[in-house]
């Protein structure tokens, strides 16, 4: 795990998130960012290793079974991402507004993120149930999907 990529993108003179660092809480969270950016996107980041594992969901995560949302993996964020909202200055990577909206514990019912293909519980408040992240061959596209 590294954080060297989420670093290298921006400067924390001028943004308000996190330097960060890799940190093993022990605790197994979630968290969704909707991310007014130059495009609307949700951020989806299940904590896991001492990091946020990231996708940006351009669709949002689905709260109803039967809908496939694509997920792009985006570079490791650090775990204190997961409190962070507010607004990334102009010209500054991810440009925007980024809120809360929603968060909560996460556990694996099996599957890992190496093989490309989990299922999972979520126990948020707006998530919660099983859900399935599968991996597209050889990308960092992946498919998000409540069974
Ligand atoms: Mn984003």
Partial sequence: MTLVAYQKKREFKKTSEPKGVIKKTGLSRFVVQKHQARNLHYDFRLEAEGVLKSWAVPKGVPEEAGIKRLAIQVEDHPVDYINFSGVIPKGEY??????????????LIEGDLGSGSLKFNLMGKKLKGEYVLVRFKDKNNWLIYKL
């Fill in 94 to 107: 991810g440009a925007g507004t980024v809120g809360i909206w929603d968060k909560g514990k996460w556990n």
